[in-house]
């Protein structure tokens, strides 16, 4: 520690982003000089960011420590293999977008490659029928892979879905019992430095004053501190994602746990279904320009499986990112940082990779300007990246039987998606060096909604045809044999980590 050493971080707002944010920060900032304090207010409502998350949260988890059966346990989590898009590409179709990996390179090659050529030769099936996570979400199956699993076994990854309510409530008690403080109370006036600017204080409804030297707004959709104390600024991304709302509403469900997320395409937007041990997390997203509120929420209600739990909730939102994600001494997480409809489940994964990189990031008190630049840098790429790949799936589409489709189809994309595709459609390549959405996602997406290559990479002429041909139906086979011996989803939950039979909780709007 030295002079310039910040010793009070204050977290405005709690929900998922919020204690997951004081969770992380009370394991890496247990240097005992820095304290954490979160504000919440019970009278405000909380916008859950979503129930079905994406893999790296594995490693979040890990690096907290957390007992992965506890956190199952304790959410009423299921496990995640993937995601089934219908009626995306075309009504009546369907694909699956996997976890994991696609068969095997060989020579270097990428799989992909190699199937495209035999795509060529003869009728293949759907590219997911060589993704190991896919074949045994096609049979329901689950089971964690394990340190010393073999092929196929081992091309196994997952997330979770989960009670985002039950989440922030179990990272709350991790985050407290390592010395995190709570403060009750809603937040009325924003106190700023007349020197330079910076939020020095919050005052609450009650009269408490809280001063900090770092904070982190959480504050959802209003943005308290970033929009308006600090006047950031939003980049509107409503041309490219046009729907602009929201209605959730939980039902009961069957026996049977599949083991992914579905996402269905509707006139004017889609839905989701999203099953967890306690009940099945529904939504609608949609476009308020082509359906009404109503009628969005009657199409809802008519696709619900199950018997419903509790009123819809109804959301609005725009699409686009805070410009700046830190500015001053303020950085924005969650909602208040941005908002990218979950159609690939990618809002708490934001929240991961801002709380990363403000820890690989952390200022002083001196707020150099190389690290907030470098931090916004990052965060704006990242937002990019997921953006384009949300744009794709409304790009890439042959349906013309709604207005709202039709105007999808024939928009204009930002160039570096332009670019991605056309490199696919050439010959299938794909250069994806982010931490999020590899190869196999974007081919799995593109060859998905309809795009395929006019011709595959000449590197693999290199290799002999027949080897090929028969190195890919001995992959096929082995991942339809693995999954066969595997366990049912429901019957793995069972046996390691099923939740409590306590009353459910009230369901947030899943985001």
């Given at each position: 520690?030295?002079?310039?050493?910040?010793?009070?971080?204050?977290?405005?707002?709690?929900?998922?982003?919020?204690?997951?944010?004081?969770?992380?920060l009370?394991?890496?900032?247990?240097?005992?000089?820095?304290?954490t304090?979160?504000?919440?207010?019970?009278?405000?409502?909380?916008?859950?960011?979503?129930?079905?998350?994406?893999?790296?949260?594995?490693?979040?988890?890990?690096?907290?420590?957390?007992?992965?059966?506890?956190?199952?346990?304790?959410?009423?989590?299921?496990?995640?293999l993937?995601?089934?898009?219908?009626?995306?590409?075309?009504?009546?179709?369907?694909?699956?977008?996997?976890?994991?990996?696609?068969?095997?390179?060989?020579?270097?090659?990428?799989?992909?490659?190699?199937?495209?050529?035999?795509?060529?030769?003869?009728?293949?099936?759907?590219?997911?029928?060589?993704?190991?996570?896919?074949?045994?979400?096609?049979?329901?199956?689950?089971?964690?892979?394990?340190?010393?699993?073999?092929?196929?076994?081992?091309?196994?990854?997952?997330?979770?879905?989960?009670?985002?309510?039950?989440?922030?409530?179990?990272?709350?008690?991790?985050?407290?019992?390592?010395?995190?403080?709570?403060?009750?109370?809603?937040?009325v006036?924003?106190?700023l430095?007349?020197?330079?600017?910076?939020?020095?204080?919050?005052?609450?409804?009650?009269?408490?004053v809280?001063?900090?030297?770092?904070?982190?707004?959480?504050?959802?959709?209003?943005?308290?501190?970033?929009?308006?104390?600090?006047?950031?600024?939003?980049?509107?991304?409503?041309?490219?994602?046009?729907?602009?709302?929201?209605?959730a509403?939980?039902?009961?469900?069957?026996?049977?746990?599949?083991?992914?997320?579905?996402?269905?395409?509707?006139?004017?937007?889609?839905?989701?279904?999203?099953?967890?041990?306690?009940?099945?997390?529904?939504?609608?997203?949609?476009?308020?320009?082509?359906i009404?509120?109503?009628?969005?929420?009657?199409?809802?209600?008519s696709?619900?499986?199950?018997?419903?739990?509790?009123?819809?909730?109804?959301?609005?939102?725009?699409?686009?990112?805070?410009?700046?994600a830190?500015?001053?001494?303020?950085?924005?997480?969650?909602l208040?940082?941005?908002?990218?409809?979950?159609?690939?489940?990618?809002?708490?994964?934001?929240?991961?990779?801002?709380?990363?990189?403000?820890?690989?990031?952390?200022?002083?008190?001196?707020?150099?300007?190389?690290?907030?630049?470098?931090?916004?840098?990052?965060m704006?790429?990242?937002?990019?990246?997921?953006?384009?790949?949300?744009?794709?799936?409304?790009?890439?589409?042959?349906?013309?039987?709604?207005?709202?489709?039709?105007?999808?189809?024939?928009?204009?994309i930002?160039?570096?998606?332009?670019?991605?595709?056309?490199?696919?459609?050439?010959?299938?390549?794909?250069?994806?060096?982010?931490?999020?959405f590899?190869?196999?996602?974007?081919?799995?997406?593109?060859?998905?909604?309809?795009?395929?290559?006019?011709?595959y990479?000449?590197?693999?002429?290199?290799?002999?045809?027949?080897?090929?041909?028969?190195?890919?139906?001995?992959?096929?086979?082995?991942?339809?044999?693995?999954?066969?011996?595997?366990?049912?989803?429901?019957?793995?939950?069972?046996?390691?980590?099923?939740?409590?039979?306590?009353?459910?909780?009230?369901?947030?709007?899943?985001?």
């Open positions: 520690m030295n002079e310039h050493s910040i010793r009070e971080v204050v977290i405005v707002g709690g929900g998922t982003a919020g204690w997951m944010a004081a969770a992380a009370s394991r890496y900032l247990n240097n005992g000089y820095t304290r304090t979160l504000i919440e207010s019970e009278e405000i409502g909380i916008v859950g960011v979503g129930e079905a998350t994406i893999p790296p949260l594995l490693s979040f988890n890990a690096l907290l420590g957390i007992n992965e059966n506890d956190f199952v346990r304790e959410t009423k989590a299921t496990f995640k993937g995601i089934e898009f219908v009626n995306w590409g075309a009504l009546g179709h369907r694909y699956f977008h996997p976890f994991g990996t696609l068969g095997q390179d060989l020579q270097g090659i990428p799989f992909h490659q190699l199937y495209l050529r035999e795509r060529q030769r003869r009728e293949l099936p759907d590219i997911s029928d060589w993704a190991m996570s896919a074949v045994a979400a096609a049979q329901g199956k689950f089971a964690r892979p394990g340190r010393g699993a073999q092929y196929p076994l081992n091309q196994v990854l997952y997330a979770f879905h989960f009670d985002a309510g039950l989440y922030a409530r179990f990272l709350r008690g991790y985050a407290e019992h390592a010395g995190v403080r709570r403060v009750e109370g809603k937040i006036d924003v106190r430095s007349g020197e330079n600017g910076h939020v020095e204080a919050v005052e609450l409804g009650d009269g408490p809280v001063e900090g030297e770092l904070f982190i707004d959480c504050s959802g959709f209003r943005g308290l501190l970033i929009e308006q104390a600090l006047e950031t600024g939003y980049e509107d991304w409503s041309h490219w994602l046009p729907c602009d709302r929201a209605i509403a939980p039902c009961s469900h069957g026996v049977r746990l599949d083991p992914f997320t579905r996402s269905t395409a509707h006139s004017a937007g889609w839905q989701w279904r999203i099953p967890l041990q306690h009940r099945m997390g529904n939504g609608h997203v949609y476009c308020s320009a082509f009404s509120d109503d009628e969005a929420e009657q199409l809802l209600r696709n619900l499986e199950g018997e419903l739990l509790a009123e819809p909730r109804r959301l609005s939102f725009t699409t686009g990112r805070r410009k700046l830190w500015n001053r001494n303020v950085i924005s997480l969650g208040s940082s941005g908002f990218v409809e979950p159609l690939e489940s990618t809002s708490i994964h934001l929240i991961q990779a801002g709380i990363a990189r403000l820890i690989a990031l952390f200022p002083d008190k001196r707020f150099n300007p190389i690290e907030r630049d470098e931090y916004n840098r990052r704006q790429s990242l937002f990019e990246w997921v953006r384009d790949f949300i744009i794709l799936h409304y790009k890439a589409t042959a349906r013309d039987d709604s207005e709202f489709w039709k105007r999808c189809a024939a928009m204009e930002p160039d570096s998606l332009a670019g991605r595709v056309e490199q696919f459609r050439n010959k299938g390549r794909v250069f994806a060096d982010a931490e999020l590899n190869t196999v996602s974007w081919v799995s997406v593109m060859l998905g909604q309809g795009i395929v290559p006019d011709d990479d000449p590197v693999v002429d290199g290799l002999d045809e027949n080897k090929i041909a028969q190195a890919l139906e001995q992959m096929r086979v082995s991942m339809l044999e693995t999954a066969g011996r595997l366990p049912m989803h429901e019957e793995f939950v069972a046996q390691c980590c099923a939740g409590t039979n306590a009353a459910a909780q009230p369901a947030e709007i899943v985001l």
